[in-house]
Protein backbone atom coordinates (compact mmCIF):
# COMPACT_ATOMS: atom_id res chain seq x y z
CA UNK A 1 0.00 0.00 0.00
CA UNK A 2 1.43 3.22 -1.16
CA UNK A 3 1.65 6.12 1.35
CA UNK A 4 -1.56 7.87 0.37
CA UNK A 5 -3.82 5.09 0.28
CA UNK A 6 -6.21 4.44 3.26
CA UNK A 7 -7.81 1.33 3.65
CA UNK A 8 -7.48 -2.57 3.56
CA UNK A 9 -6.66 -4.82 1.12
CA UNK A 10 -8.21 -7.18 -0.52
CA UNK A 11 -6.35 -10.42 1.61
CA UNK A 12 -7.18 -8.90 5.10
CA UNK A 13 -11.19 -8.72 4.00
CA UNK A 14 -10.70 -12.86 3.20
CA UNK A 15 -9.29 -13.28 6.16
CA UNK A 16 -11.43 -11.27 8.22
CA UNK A 17 -14.66 -12.94 6.49
CA UNK A 18 -12.85 -16.63 7.10
CA UNK A 19 -12.06 -16.44 10.77
CA UNK A 20 -15.82 -14.60 11.37
CA UNK A 21 -17.11 -18.00 9.52
CA UNK A 22 -15.30 -20.24 11.57
CA UNK A 23 -16.65 -18.70 14.41
CA UNK A 24 -20.10 -18.44 13.20
CA UNK A 25 -19.96 -22.00 12.48
CA UNK A 26 -18.16 -23.08 15.25
CA UNK A 27 -21.28 -21.32 17.67
CA UNK A 28 -23.98 -22.74 15.67
CA UNK A 29 -22.41 -26.36 16.35
CA UNK A 30 -21.86 -25.86 20.06
CA UNK A 31 -25.45 -24.24 20.12
CA UNK A 32 -26.75 -27.48 18.62
CA UNK A 33 -24.74 -29.89 20.54
CA UNK A 34 -26.42 -28.00 23.60
CA UNK A 35 -29.77 -28.50 22.72
CA UNK A 36 -28.68 -31.69 22.15
CA UNK A 37 -27.42 -32.72 25.61
CA UNK A 38 -30.21 -30.17 27.35
CA UNK A 39 -33.00 -32.64 25.13
CA UNK A 40 -31.52 -35.77 27.03
CA UNK A 41 -30.93 -34.49 30.29
CA UNK A 42 -35.04 -33.58 30.11
CA UNK A 43 -35.54 -36.90 29.15
CA UNK A 44 -33.75 -38.41 31.93
CA UNK A 45 -35.92 -36.16 34.38
CA UNK A 46 -38.87 -37.98 32.69
CA UNK A 47 -37.55 -40.72 33.51
CA UNK A 48 -37.04 -40.36 36.98
CA UNK A 49 -40.33 -39.01 37.70
CA UNK A 50 -41.74 -41.87 36.23
CA UNK A 51 -39.96 -43.95 37.78
CA UNK A 52 -40.80 -42.13 41.58
CA UNK A 53 -43.94 -42.17 40.56
CA UNK A 54 -44.95 -46.18 40.28
CA UNK A 55 -42.40 -46.91 43.21
CA UNK A 56 -44.73 -44.38 45.01
CA UNK A 57 -47.55 -46.31 43.63
CA UNK A 58 -46.29 -49.79 44.03
CA UNK A 59 -45.15 -48.72 48.11
CA UNK A 60 -48.55 -47.34 49.32
CA UNK A 61 -50.36 -49.84 47.50
CA UNK A 62 -48.61 -52.93 49.17
CA UNK A 63 -48.10 -51.48 52.40
CA UNK A 64 -51.45 -49.92 52.74
CA UNK A 65 -53.68 -53.13 53.67
CA UNK A 66 -51.25 -56.33 52.97
CA UNK A 67 -53.43 -58.39 54.38
CA UNK A 68 -56.20 -57.82 52.53
CA UNK A 69 -58.69 -60.63 50.75
CA UNK A 70 -56.68 -60.02 48.06
CA UNK A 71 -53.54 -61.51 49.55
CA UNK A 72 -50.14 -60.14 49.34
CA UNK A 73 -49.50 -62.67 46.12
CA UNK A 74 -51.89 -61.68 43.80
CA UNK A 75 -50.90 -57.72 45.11
CA UNK A 76 -47.39 -58.52 43.57
CA UNK A 77 -48.59 -59.84 40.72
CA UNK A 78 -50.75 -56.89 39.77
CA UNK A 79 -48.04 -54.74 39.52
CA UNK A 80 -46.54 -57.05 37.12
CA UNK A 81 -46.65 -54.95 33.70
CA UNK A 82 -45.04 -54.81 30.75
CA UNK A 83 -45.38 -52.90 27.62
CA UNK A 84 -42.30 -52.80 25.13
CA UNK A 85 -44.18 -51.31 22.85
CA UNK A 86 -47.32 -48.98 21.94
CA UNK A 87 -48.67 -48.83 25.64
CA UNK A 88 -52.61 -49.42 25.56
CA UNK A 89 -53.26 -47.50 28.90
CA UNK A 90 -56.59 -45.13 27.93
CA UNK A 91 -58.49 -48.81 28.38
CA UNK A 92 -57.13 -48.95 32.32
CA UNK A 93 -57.62 -45.35 33.07
CA UNK A 94 -60.38 -44.77 35.67
CA UNK A 95 -62.03 -41.49 34.76
CA UNK A 96 -63.72 -41.09 38.38
CA UNK A 97 -62.78 -43.39 41.21
CA UNK A 98 -63.42 -41.55 44.67
CA UNK A 99 -63.40 -43.36 47.38
CA UNK A 100 -65.29 -46.59 45.77
CA UNK A 101 -62.80 -48.29 43.59
CA UNK A 102 -61.77 -51.74 44.27
CA UNK A 103 -57.44 -52.30 44.94
CA UNK A 104 -57.17 -53.93 41.57
CA UNK A 105 -58.83 -51.41 40.17
CA UNK A 106 -56.60 -48.16 41.43
CA UNK A 107 -53.64 -50.67 40.11
CA UNK A 108 -54.75 -50.80 36.71
CA UNK A 109 -55.07 -46.62 36.93
CA UNK A 110 -51.64 -46.09 38.74
CA UNK A 111 -50.08 -48.63 35.71
CA UNK A 112 -52.34 -46.73 33.30
CA UNK A 113 -51.30 -43.68 34.48
CA UNK A 114 -47.29 -44.51 34.38
CA UNK A 115 -47.81 -46.12 31.34
CA UNK A 116 -48.92 -43.11 29.54
CA UNK A 117 -46.31 -40.76 32.13
CA UNK A 118 -43.75 -43.29 29.82
CA UNK A 119 -45.57 -43.23 26.06
CA UNK A 120 -45.68 -39.62 25.95
CA UNK A 121 -42.99 -37.74 27.39
CA UNK A 122 -40.23 -40.21 26.71
CA UNK A 123 -39.24 -40.84 22.43
CA UNK A 124 -40.06 -44.83 21.77
CA UNK A 125 -40.68 -44.72 25.98
CA UNK A 126 -41.39 -48.50 27.04
CA UNK A 127 -41.63 -49.46 30.32
CA UNK A 128 -41.95 -52.70 32.33
CA UNK A 129 -42.16 -53.61 36.19
CA UNK A 130 -41.00 -57.20 37.41
CA UNK A 131 -41.70 -58.80 40.44
CA UNK A 132 -38.27 -60.60 41.78
CA UNK A 133 -37.35 -62.61 45.19
CA UNK A 134 -34.30 -62.11 47.05
CA UNK A 135 -31.78 -64.52 47.74
CA UNK A 136 -31.14 -63.57 50.87
CA UNK A 137 -32.85 -63.99 54.50
CA UNK A 138 -34.71 -61.40 56.20
CA UNK A 139 -33.01 -61.84 59.75
CA UNK A 140 -32.63 -65.33 59.78
CA UNK A 141 -36.54 -66.00 59.85
CA UNK A 142 -36.58 -68.23 56.49
CA UNK A 143 -38.58 -65.73 54.70
CA UNK A 144 -37.46 -64.55 51.45
CA UNK A 145 -38.24 -60.78 50.56
CA UNK A 146 -39.62 -59.42 47.49
CA UNK A 147 -39.06 -56.20 45.84
CA UNK A 148 -39.65 -54.97 42.24
CA UNK A 149 -37.58 -53.74 39.56
CA UNK A 150 -38.64 -51.11 37.73
CA UNK A 151 -37.03 -50.65 33.61
CA UNK A 152 -37.62 -47.32 32.12
CA UNK A 153 -36.12 -46.96 28.08
CA UNK A 154 -36.31 -44.71 25.58
CA UNK A 155 -34.70 -43.44 22.17
CA UNK A 156 -31.85 -40.50 23.43
CA UNK A 157 -30.18 -40.02 20.13
CA UNK A 158 -32.28 -37.55 18.28
CA UNK A 159 -33.85 -38.36 15.45
CA UNK A 160 -31.55 -40.86 14.55
CA UNK A 161 -32.83 -42.12 10.86
CA UNK A 162 -31.59 -44.86 7.67
CA UNK A 163 -30.63 -43.74 4.33
CA UNK A 164 -34.04 -44.11 3.67
CA UNK A 165 -35.05 -41.57 5.73
CA UNK A 166 -36.73 -44.75 7.81
CA UNK A 167 -35.89 -44.83 12.01
CA UNK A 168 -33.01 -46.53 13.03
CA UNK A 169 -34.37 -49.64 15.20
CA UNK A 170 -32.75 -50.14 18.16
CA UNK A 171 -32.54 -53.33 20.70
CA UNK A 172 -34.43 -53.51 23.99
CA UNK A 173 -31.36 -54.59 26.26
CA UNK A 174 -29.36 -52.15 28.81
CA UNK A 175 -26.34 -52.63 27.54
CA UNK A 176 -25.37 -49.01 27.85
CA UNK A 177 -24.74 -48.57 24.12
CA UNK A 178 -27.00 -45.70 22.49
CA UNK A 179 -25.97 -46.85 18.62
CA UNK A 180 -27.86 -50.51 19.65
CA UNK A 181 -29.95 -50.11 22.37
CA UNK A 182 -32.25 -47.71 23.59
CA UNK A 183 -31.20 -45.56 27.06
CA UNK A 184 -32.14 -47.53 29.89
CA UNK A 185 -32.80 -46.72 33.68
CA UNK A 186 -33.50 -49.38 36.29
CA UNK A 187 -34.33 -48.80 39.69
CA UNK A 188 -35.74 -51.21 42.48
CA UNK A 189 -38.19 -51.04 44.94
CA UNK A 190 -38.60 -52.49 48.02
CA UNK A 191 -42.25 -51.86 49.43
Known amino acids: MSKGQVGYTIIEVIAAAVILMVSLLGMGVLQSTAMKRNTSAMNKVYAMEAATYISDAIKSQVSSNPTSNQGVSALYDSFSADFWGSPNYQANLVTDCGTGCARTTMIRHMLAEWEMM ?17 SL ?55
Open 137 to 191: KVEGTGVQTTYYEVTIMWDDRQMAQNSDGSDVELGTKCSGNPKIDLTCMKTIVRP
Open 118 to 134: IGESLPKGQGKIERKTD
